[in-house]
């Protein structure tokens, strides 16, 4: 095996384990920032979201996102077969099965790996925003769905060489092919759902339900951060020292500054620096990063970093305002901060990180065409997403129910869905406003 290969196929192994640690900070931070009673339904989730994902992906999700087929989606290489050698080499042996895979050298199974855990996190976003009332089952059941067939097929358009990479739309790492797919699969749960029980009063009132642990909440956020050093510059697919240590720099550099701008931003408008804006913040930095990080500066990662931090802040209270009930913030996060993400390669790209690759953006004198393009994947993303996770939402609503009982509810999913809690020695009572 050629020593390239083998620190290619190293060092994308490795991320990808980064991105599936990813894992442990979702569950973290979503379990956090909700109340003590659904924690063990939502670390459930959390955990069998990305078994579900694996064979989903396996089945079917795979090939449709990157087999050989058609603009729209793949058509060869379904259930990990069609000819493809698993070999080291790559040239001719992938091609006419996954041809859209063969600039870079890694095997196979690495660079399945590598792709599986990218689509398990678009799933795991879901989980966070319609926690607290959702029927597991019916979770799983959507997981697959989008795991399968929702995801991979705009996954296709943009990483597949499907018609969004023709037209000229870039996203390095994923803020529209994962942040934002999940998060408007999220908006689609949580408009069918409805908010929590006692959420919104009457005359418009917002209910705060507070998360019952920010020390789990804030451990997640940090192993996410960690994460993230897997997520961005293990999309390189190689051991390229160069790329690898600009992608880790300009990612830190808007998680950080996402922080602090959060923080800041909180503290002017609700009077205190509110310890789940500043997290959310960070997190909003790096999905805002994650389309453009290997086509920025540093000055612009820090730009785009603390207008992701603030559109968090700002993102939540509205979302509170149009009475959509997102426990952890997701959308705000991952679905603002993803939208963000995409226009900022139209804005802040540089040629000279990656030449050859997006041009010039706005800001640096390259016009409005790939702002343009970049709009039109956001819009087309968004509809076609929103469209079939809604779909598929209500279809699973009609035949199993989406919804646990205001009984389950009030009690908490621990004992309705699971019959334990997660703390058995507090046992507290809760009535609705």
């Known amino acids: 095996m050629d020593v390239q290969v083998a620190l290619d196929t190293v060092w994308v192994l490795l991320a990808g384990m980064l991105v599936f640690f990813m894992n442990l900070g979702f569950a973290l ?23 579900v994902s694996s064979i989903a992906f396996l089945v079917i999700g795979w090939g449709l996102m990157y087999g050989d087929g058609n603009g729209f989606m793949g058509l060869k290489g379904l259930l990990m077969v069609g000819g493809a050698d698993n070999s080291p080499a790559v040239g001719d042996a992938y091609s006419g099965v996954y041809s859209a895979l063969s600039w870079t050298g890694v095997p196979l199974m690495a660079k399945f790996f590598f792709q599986l855990v990218f689509a398990g996190t678009a799933a795991t976003i879901v989980s966070g925003a319609v926690a607290e009332r959702i029927k597991y089952l019916s979770f799983i059941v959507f997981s697959f769905i989008l795991v399968a067939f929702v995801y991979p097929i705009v996954g296709h358009w943009i990483w597949g060489g499907g018609w969004l990479a023709e037209l000229g739309f870039w996203d390095f790492a994923g803020s529209t092919v994962v942040h934002s797919t999940g998060a408007w699969a999220a908006l689609a749960g949580i408009l069918v759902l409805g908010p929590r029980l006692g959420k919104y009063g009457k005359n418009g009132k917002v209910n705060a339900i507070p998360g019952h642990n920010m020390t789990s909440a804030m ?11 897997g997520f961005n510059p293990g999309s390189t697919m190689a051991a390229d020292p160069g790329a690898i240590s600009h992608i880790i720099v300009t990612t830190n550099l808007a998680a950080a500054a996402g922080a602090l701008v959060a923080t800041a931003v909180a503290w002017k408008v609700l009077g205190k620096p ?45 979302l509170d305002k149009l009475k959509l009930d997102d426990p952890v913030g997701a959308l705000a996060v991952h679905g603002m901060g993803g939208i963000f993400g995409t226009l900022a390669v139209g804005l802040f790209a540089q040629d000279k990180f990656a030449p050859g690759t997006t041009g010039n953006g706005l800001f640096f004198g390259g016009g409005f065409d790939l702002l ?52 058995p020695d507090f046992v507290q009572t809760e009535t609705v406003a």
Not at 219 to 229: D, Q, R
Not at 298 to 309: D, F, K, P, R, Y
Not at 415 to 422: L, Q, T
């Open 29 to 51: 931070v979503e379990s956090g920032f909700a109340r003590a009673k659904n924690t063990v339904n939502i670390i459930s989730k959390n955990f069998i979201v990305f078994a």
């Open 219 to 229: 451990t997640g956020a940090l192993v996410l951060w960690f994460g993230w050093f």
């Open 274 to 318: 509110d310890i789940g804006m500043t997290i959310n913040g960070a997190l909003g930095g790096l999905v805002g990063i994650t389309a453009s990080t290997a086509f920025v500066s540093m000055g612009s990662s820090l730009v785009i970093g603390s207008l992701a931090g603030a559109i968090v802040v700002f993102g939540v209270l509205l």
């Open 372 to 423: 343009l393009h970049q709009l039109a994947g956001i819009v087309s993303v968004g509809a076609f997403v929103f469209a079939l996770s809604l779909a598929a939402w209500m279809l699973i609503k009609v035949t199993m129910g989406v919804r646990v009982t205001e009984e389950e509810e009030l009690e908490g999913l621990d004992i309705g869905e699971h019959g334990n809690r997660a703390y």
